[in-house]
């Protein structure tokens, strides 16, 4: 009996013996599901280490970051992100660089020496689909609502009061469309010196409104051709594209007799005596989507959790821009510093603390004159997107007709609601943000009349839309006659 | 002692204030005193001619930014950007010690710390530095391509005939016409992921050399084809070999109008810069003047005439250094503008 106990033993021993080879063996071969246990560990230690001051979703791929603006008051979201330390608590260093104009903006951030930038709502759309120079730019989150004008000469204001006298008492009645334009936009055309006006950027919301204005009265604004890239072909009134800043001294100079820009161009018209703002965009289409935040696809690919930083900052930022007078107040003060807008503190505050003022005098309550984060101005509607891509296929910067379902596709290409969602999720859940200010939506807002024709937008319909009008491009033509 | 000091002066170029010096230890005061009126009285009293003329106009010129600031107005502005300067580094200063009090706490805590650097504005002055720095990294790359291709064009009045063509077109080029080019072939050809040099300075620095490298190639081009005959001869005599040839005779003796070629070239690169960086978004002076012109403020057409001060100023202070240099290497009786 002790023999076998002392021979099972034995074996015991011998197999003891073999399990260690046979362990040795695998963890000389090291398979998979042996050390995951130290793998969780060392990722949980390694997140845990690297996490920045605030609670982050996760590792931000990049935080030194530089973005880009141009110096108008709705780039407001960005600055006050850095300024209060939005920036600062996800955990970026943020650097903000003004730019000389839309276009070097927007190839920088397409070559990659910004990272992100303030951008014009149809500077992602345009670059996206190759009007311009092509690049796949995307936008997480919409910077404001409305915020522009369309300021013309005094010498027009006198005609067009002359033209219509309501417009000359002390308060005419707005909105003012540009039917008392019209018979001026006639003569001068007889004379053989059409009007010209100005606006930002080939795919600029001042570029649609101010043709949405003009055309609404019946005065053809000009055709986008293959072979005219000045969008000057039929026009009754000749569109060309001047830098904000050089805006007030070419209209004084009589070069262009109105523009449509951002502020506080149209204010600093007002100030310095040189033009009369007749409507806002906010008269034009009421909350209309303005400027965006613009990022290439590859940076938001390769960077997503700092891209979601970046948008939970900003959302921070618009809510507090939202919140009071006295918030607006105080990013009046931060505005008028020359690394940022510099224009005259008293010149922002007109129409950054709700009201707006048209004539030298004629000064208006217009708390909706900039909206950053009211009505769900943060979110990136598809349907807005759209709206960009109806108006560029209508005066032709888009040479063919498109199927609905290519507006629907592109507008998700371009816009990134999701990165949005993520975002707004994280701030519920460390209750910076309310739950009811992210809306439940699937990107299209519902069909609205707040034009100032009246005819009825339907974001799921783009070539109804299209049809609806009467001058541009309908669908079911190829391009508008030479 | 004294004589030291004056010799050193002349050099530097300093010669309209030796009489100062000569003042100071009581030599000929009353012929000092004369040379001094003349030489310093009569500009500065210029200067103040032309201060109250300014003064005079600016009050009555109104533009759609403001009045035109007079010297006073313009003298305040340049007390502003130095208040900016020191807040800027003030604030700076204070990000800092935020950043150490971190440090502190995440060591303490056992986590990990990456360093970070201050992400505020570029000061006036760290824009002047951007500048110069600009200037001559371009003046840099213009004469390293400059110098060796105008020995070359000296030599052989073949290769000179060739040459030309392309010299007389491209020498009277803006460098506003080069600019954009320049940009889009940076942006495609300089594309590593973390670069050393940011594009908009390599963009700024090359305009510079495009448009400041021809007064330095045709220069040195007349230089080396005006080398004495003898000197030549005396180097066929001797034998010496090409490059023996080239360096110990014929530069030597071109140096003088080679470096008028390279004072000439920096002058234009100061100039073209100022233009190059307001489109190529270079944080130099070009950018704050395009800046501050978009902000149309009350204070921007002072600013900017602090800035065209300063550009002066600057351009003057580099013009003075490159004659210095210039009267090293002549022998000492060339000619002084």
């Known amino acids: ?482 | 002692m004294k004589e030291k000091i004056i010799r050193s002066m002349e050099t530097v170029g300093l010669g309209l204030f030796v009489p100062v010096v000569r003042l100071a230890t009581w030599e000929e005061p009353g012929e000092q005193i004369q040379v001094l009126a003349r030489n310093l009285g009569v500009p500065l009293l210029a200067i103040l001619v032309f201060c109250a003329g300014w003064s005079a106009l600016a009050a009555s010129v109104e533009t759609s930014i403001g009045s035109v600031p007079g010297p006073a107005a313009v003298w305040a502005e340049a007390g502003n950007l130095v208040v900016d300067h020191q807040q800027e580094r003030g604030k700076e200063a204070a990000f800092y010690e935020r950043m150490e009090k971190m440090k502190a706490r995440y060591a303490s805590e056992g986590k990990k710390w990456k360093d970070r650097k201050y992400a505020g504005k570029p000061t006036y002055f760290d824009q002047i530095l951007t500048s110069l720095k600009t200037v001559f990294a371009g003046f840099l790359v213009a004469s390293l391509i400059a110098v060796p291709l105008g020995v070359v064009c000296g030599l052989s009045p073949r290769f000179y005939e060739a040459m030309n063509p392309l010299i007389q077109i491209f020498k009277p080029v803006s460098p506003l016409a080069w600019l954009p080019i320049v940009m889009i072939l940076v942006s495609a050809l300089y594309t590593t992921k973390d670069p050393y040099f940011e594009k908009s300075f390599v963009s700024s620095a090359i305009t510079v050399a495009l448009c400041s490298l021809w007064p330095t190639l045709v220069n040195t081009a007349l230089g080396v084809a005006s080398v004495d005959r003898d000197h030549l001869n005396v180097a066929r005599v001797l034998r010496l070999s090409w490059p023996a040839t080239v360096f110990k005779i014929v530069i030597p003796s071109a140096l003088p109008l080679i470096f008028t070629g390279l004072r000439l070239s920096l002058g234009v690169g100061w100039m073209v810069l100022i233009a190059a960086e307001m489109l190529a978004q270079n944080p130099g002076l070009g950018k704050f003047v395009w800046d501050m012109f978009q902000n149309g403020s009350s204070q921007t057409l002072a600013q900017i005439m602090v800035a065209v001060f300063t550009v002066g100023l600057i351009g003057f202070a580099l013009d003075r250094l490159m004659l210095t240099l210039q009267g090293f290497v002549s022998f000492g009786n060339e000619a002084r503008a």
């Open chain 1, 1 to 482: 009996m002790h023999r076998r106990m002392r021979e099972s033993s034995s074996r015991k021993i011998l197999t003891d013996l073999s399990l260690r080879e046979r362990q040795k063996e695998n963890m000389n071969i090291a398979s998979p599901g042996s050390f995951a246990w130290v793998r969780t560990l060392a990722l949980i230690c390694g997140v845990i280490l690297t996490a920045g001051p605030a609670a982050a979703v996760g590792d931000l791929e990049k935080d030194e970051l530089k973005f880009g603006f141009i110096k108008l008051t709705d780039c407001a979201p960005l600055v006050i992100a850095k300024e209060l330390g939005f920036f600062e608590e996800e955990g970026l260093f943020v650097t903000l660089e003004a730019q000389a104009n839309w276009k070097i903006l927007l190839d920088r951030v397409i070559s990659g020496e910004l990272d992100g930038a303030h951008m014009l709502s149809g500077q992602p759309i345009g670059a996206t689909i190759g009007i311009g120079t092509q690049a796949h730019v995307v936008t997480p989150f919409s910077m404001d609502l409305n915020g522009n004008g369309i300021t013309v000469s005094n010498e027009i204001w006198d005609q067009m009061k002359a033209n219509e006298p309501s417009l000359a008492s002390d308060k005419p009645p707005h909105p003012i469309s540009a039917d008392s334009l019209a018979p001026i936009v006639e003569e001068y055309k007889e004379l053989g010196t059409p009007l010209r006006m100005g606006m930002v950027f080939p795919v600029s919301t001042h570029n649609y409104e101010l043709r949405y204005w003009l055309a609404a009265s019946g005065i053809s604004p000009g055709f986008y051709t293959p072979n005219d890239t000045t969008g000057m072909t039929d026009a009754d009134v000749l569109l060309s594209v001047t830098p904000p800043p050089q805006m007030p001294a070419t209209l004084d100079q009589g070069t262009i007799q109105g523009y449509c820009v951002g502020e506080p161009w149209n204010q600093q018209a007002v100030f310095k005596g040189i033009g009369v703002p007749v409507v806002t965009n906010y008269e034009i289409w009421k909350n209309n989507p303005e400027k965006v935040f613009g990022m290439t696809a590859e940076f938001v690919e390769e960077n997503p959790n700092t891209a979601i930083a970046i948008t939970k900052a900003l959302i921070r930022a618009g809510q507090w821009l939202d919140d009071s007078t006295e918030n607006r107040v105080k990013a009046v003060k931060i505005l008028a510093r020359p690394e940022y807008v510099g224009a005259d503190e008293e010149v922002i505050a007109n129409s950054m603390t709700g009201t707006f003022e048209f004539e030298r005098g004629d000064k208006r309550e217009m708390p909706d004159f900039n909206v950053f984060f009211r009505y769900y101005a943060t979110y990136p509607y598809y349907s807005d997107a759209i709206w960009f891509l109806t108006q560029m296929r209508r005066w032709g910067q888009i040479p063919e007709e498109k199927t609905d379902e290519w507006y629907h596709e592109t507008a998700k290409k371009v816009y990134r609601p999701d990165v949005y969602r993520k975002a707004a999720a994280e701030l519920v859940a460390a209750g910076q943000l309310d739950a009811v200010d992210v809306p439940e939506t699937d990107g299209y807002k519902p069909p609205t009349l707040e034009f100032i024709d009246g005819l009825p937008y339907d974001g799921r319909k783009p070539n109804a839309y299209l049809s609806s009008f009467a001058i541009g491009n309908q669908s079911g033509t190829a391009v508008a006659p030479e």
